[in-house]
């Protein structure tokens, strides 16, 4: 099971610290990723990190602003997002794949949270 919280409004600028707690023991053999889903637009790929943590990988609109993070002891991995724009507002969901690298794909990833909102302001 995967719960996320932090999610929020914010003005554009702002910034904004998501987590995403698992339950499982074996937290730490998935590598973690970060969705988000706008009204009347498909689900996208927007961070993922590997297992160790040692690898991230984000997609090109996020790179210099978001931060992917994890703690395998505390089982939760976060996402950092400053100088948010109001085209990053949707409902932000976190992903578990079983997997080494880092995916980007949502058919890669075995479990999905329920989902929190972000709106950012103009």
């Known amino acids: 099971q995967l719960v996320e919280s932090g999610g929020g409004l914010v003005q554009a600028g702002g910034s904004l610290s998501l987590s995403c707690a698992a339950s499982a023991r074996t937290f730490s053999n998935y590598a973690m990723g970060w969705f988000r889903q706008a009204p009347g637009k498909e689900r996208e790929f927007v961070a993922a990190?590997?297992?160790?943590?040692?690898?991230?990988y984000y997609t090109d609109s996020v790179k210099g602003r978001f931060t992917i993070s994890r703690d395998n002891a505390k089982n939760t991995v976060y996402l950092q997002m400053n100088n948010l724009k109001p085209e990053d507002t949707a409902v932000y969901y976190c992903?578990?794949?079983?997997?080494?690298?880092?995916?980007?794909?949502?058919?890669?990833?075995?479990?999905w949270g329920q989902g929190t909102q972000v709106t950012v302001s103009s």
């Open positions: 992903a578990a794949a079983a997997s080494t690298g880092v995916p980007s794909r949502p058919r890669s990833y075995n479990y």
């Open positions: 990190i590997s297992w160790s943590g040692g690898r991230t």
